[in-house]
């Protein structure tokens, strides 16, 4: 099992769209997958179909009350499993302040859920999508996973928000010193356009072999899916979109095997 974030401390580069697009194209591939909510905006718990103020338990159960991630994990109509968030999740950094430790809450009921996965059929994949900020969730994300996929939209702020991410997952080593980043993902992506060209070659340049092959073009079937509560693969699945997260899913699937012996070294 693999547990793997989505994260980046910007908002809109298609971190949500990541999420739930990727875990629709593993799940397609037969892969087991739980994808979990960690954004209090609780937009990938609605973009697969769930009715996100109408959840009996969400992540905020967990983290606050102990709740187990099994008994929050619901089967999402997509039909992948999904433990949804909500506003609740909101007042978390506030409510958790000064508890010493704030930071592994999701990491030990991560414990719990893997203890228990060796009854139960394991899950291949377990995907988070992060807020866009280094708040107590995201920190409690980057604790909890065995790596990062960071999405990232091919304009000049990308390049002046790199230090700081190089920066972010370099402290949070120092919490988490197994975590890696995964890979890298293009997204939002218009091959006509001389910036984002020029941009996605500075970023293969600074990211080498860790930048995915696959662009993830703006497509507006993949904006247009979570207003119908399914992924795109569900909603148009000859889409440029779908067809995009489908390569994806197959540039991860293969590439797990490399990097889990790289992490032995
Ligand atoms: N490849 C894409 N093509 C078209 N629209 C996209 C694409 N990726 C994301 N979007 C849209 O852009 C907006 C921001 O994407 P989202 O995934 O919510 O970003 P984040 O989670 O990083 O804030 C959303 O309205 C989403 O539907
Ligand atoms: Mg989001």
Request: aromatic share 4%.
């Amino acid at each position: 099992m693999e547990i793997i974030a989505i994260a980046n401390q910007k908002g809109g580069v298609g971190k949500t769209t990541t999420a739930v697009n990727l875990t629709a194209s593993l799940a397609a591939k037969r892969k087991r997958v739980l994808l979990i909510d960690l954004d209090p905006q609780g937009n990938a718990t609605s973009g697969t179909g769930l009715d996100k103020n109408d959840l009996d338990l969400t992540v905020a159960d967990v983290l606050l009350d102990g709740v187990s991630l099994a008994a929050a994990t619901v089967q999402s109509p997509a039909g992948f499993d999904v433990i949804g968030a909500n506003r609740e999740l909101a007042g978390l950094d506030i409510t958790l302040m000064g508890q010493t430790n704030s930071h592994e809450l999701l990491k030990a009921a991560m414990g719990v859920l893997i203890a228990d996965q060796s009854v139960n059929k394991p899950y291949d994949y377990i995907i988070m999508d992060c807020a866009p900020s280094l708040n107590l969730l995201t920190v409690n994300a980057l604790i909890a996973t065995d790596s990062v996929i960071i999405p990232m939209q091919c304009e000049y702020y990308a390049l002046e928000g790199l230090a700081d991410l190089s920066q972010t997952i370099e402290r949070l080593t120092e919490l988490n010193p197994t975590l890696y980043i995964r890979g890298v993902v293009r997204t939002l992506f218009d091959a006509r356009n001389t910036l984002a060209n020029d941009v996605s070659a500075e970023l293969q340049a600074h990211f080498g072999d860790i930048m995915y092959k696959t662009h993830i073009p703006r497509n507006i079937r993949l904006a247009e899916a979570p207003a119908h509560g399914v992924p795109v693969l569900e909603f148009d699945k000859n889409s440029k979109g779908a067809m995009a997260y489908q390569q994806l899913a197959a540039e991860v699937i293969k590439q797990s095997p490399k990097k889990s012996a790289e992490r032995l070294k």
